[in-house]
């Protein structure tokens, strides 16, 4: 699967900067950073920890290698032959003005330029450039490396064809662009979160409710409609059977009743700033700021495991993210050349807690999903692409054997280990063994495979390149001996006659 971008450059590896580092680089993507801050490569290196524990837990996919990290002292040196730059150094124009200034003389004139203001608009940003049609702001959400929406904004003068290559870079790492029609002081998002943050400032200052009452409301309530369907579509339900239409002629009148203090700030006394630091140590003070992200980001990834069953907003956004991993797993095994006198490793993974009965093990049907991506691992390695896919040509398992064999507890990596012991013109006999890191075999599973033509709807022969390969593969792997646990129908199929 080839990739549309090599190497990125990051100017500024804080919270927003080290999220953007994390998902370039899990993506596969180089990374040269410029961050002058004495801690740089520390707080990097802990937001790439928890990252990397998150996308473990989320992506049922193999992870594949990671990107290259350098760390550069000097800014023209890391942004030299990047293709996409991102700047993500504090919210002061004048700052980013230097900096703009200083990646233009370096960077290829090819060279994208993201900026991650959450507030200034690009037109503002593009002020001294001598091409400014190529920095755009591209706005992310906190956590970068998980959560999936970005803002791109451009101004008048932005070339739409390079907004357009930066939004297909972005979705390269599994995010999801939103071209914003207009710019616009603090974009889309923001200007939303403000006004949620004006009213809950004022609730606190009038004693109404705590910051940890106010984020109760949110998570136990609106919060978990928003997560996956958001206003609109939610007030539309709201609505009934009638409608949206409905909803505003029924609620509608309320917008002018007083009950909102939107248009008007409390002012940030001192007092009022103890009372919220109090407050939300109280609420929070027992974690550490990474104890936090972690538990933010386990919470949001069983969000997404929940969505992407549903195939739902952040849902489908992590399926498709998880599809270009497969196809990067199968095009690095397919490009190995693995010894087929041994057994194939194609596929590994890691049980999370929601794989877990209430034994506290891995539940049974989790047992055949990683056999069945253990399969489809193979299938790729052999050849079955979605070109190969594409007129019809498929291969449906018709029969399968599983034994369990000891208690798989959470975070247990895995990998399997593949032998195929037999193949004929239309079927295919694979065996999977499930092993722990300490090489303990916790399950093992048979599988008939069958060609089919999805069109006819009836079974058809192999084609190249699968039968090419599988040639290749029936030279090594002949040797290896059928299990004795192996069924007999899945064991009366042998090798056919060498060529």
Not at 240 to 253: D, L, T, Y
């Amino acid at each position: 699967m080839s990739r549309i971008i090599q190497k990125a450059a990051c100017v500024g590896g804080g919270v927003i900067g080290g999220g953007w580092i994390a998902r370039f680089l899990l993506n596969g993507i180089d990374v040269a950073v410029h961050d002058p801050h004495p801690e740089a490569r520390r707080i990097v290196g802990e937001v790439l920890d928890n990252a990397r524990h998150a996308y473990r837990a989320m992506m049922n996919a193999p992870l594949g290698p990671e990107g290259a990290l350098t760390f550069h002292d000097d800014l023209a040196e890391a942004v030299a032959d990047a293709e996409y730059i991102q700047e993500s150094v504090p919210e002061r124009l004048d700052l980013k003005h230097r900096v703009f200034a200083a990646i233009e003389a370096a960077a290829r004139p090819d060279a994208l330029i993201g900026s991650s203001t959450s507030g200034f608009k690009p037109s503002e940003l593009q002020v001294g450039m001598a091409h400014p049609e190529r920095l755009f702001v591209a706005h992310p959400f906190n956590p970068v490396y998980l959560v999936p929406l970005v803002e791109v904004v451009g101004s008048p003068v932005n070339d739409e064809a390079a907004l357009s290559r930066a939004m297909e870079i972005q979705r390269e790492t599994g995010l999801h662009p939103l071209r914003v029609r207009k710019e616009i002081d603090a974009h889309i998002g923001d200007r939303l979160l403000e006004a949620v943050w004006r009213e809950s400032l004022w609730l606190v200052h009038d004693d109404v409710a705590t910051t940890q009452e106010i984020d109760d409301v949110i998570r136990f309530s609106f919060g978990l409609r928003w997560a996956q369907m958001g206003l609109f579509e939610t007030y539309r339900i709201a609505g009934g059977e009638a409608g949206m239409k409905h909803f505003i002629e029924q609620f509608g009148p309320a917008l002018k009743w007083p009950w909102t203090k939107l248009m008007d700030v409390p002012e940030m006394t001192d007092d009022l700033a103890t009372k919220i630091g109090d407050q939300s140590d109280a609420q929070s003070g027992m974690h550490s700021i990474r104890e936090l992200e972690r538990i933010r980001d386990d919470n949001l990834v069983g969000i997404y495991q929940a969505l992407k069953a549903n195939d739902w907003g952040a849902g489908k956004t992590l399926r498709e993210m998880e599809d270009r991993f497969f196809e990067r797993a199968k095009d690095s095994a397919a490009a190995a050349a693995p010894d087929y006198a041994a057994p194939l490793v194609l596929h590994e993974t890691r049980v999370p807690g929601d794989w877990l009965d209430y034994n506290g093990h891995m539940t049974e049907y989790r047992y055949l999903q990683v056999f069945g991506d253990a399969t489809d691992a193979f299938l790729g390695h052999i050849g079955m692409d979605a070109a190969y896919r594409a007129p019809g040509r498929s291969v449906y398992t018709v029969e399968s054997h599983i034994r369990h064999l000891a208690e798989t507890s959470v975070d247990t990596r895995l990998c399997v280990r593949t032998c195929v012991l037999g193949h004929d013109a239309r079927r295919i006999r694979l065996h999977h063994e499930m092993v722990d890191e300490a090489g303990n075999v916790q399950a093992t599973s048979e599988h008939m495979l069958m060609h089919v033509d999805t069109n006819a709807g009836k079974a058809s022969p192999l084609e190249a390149p699968l039968t090419d390969r599988l040639a290749r593969l029936s030279r090594g792997q002949r040797g290896l001996t059928a299990p004795a646990h192996a069924g007999r129908p899945i064991r009366d199929i042998g090798w056919p006659e060498p060529v």
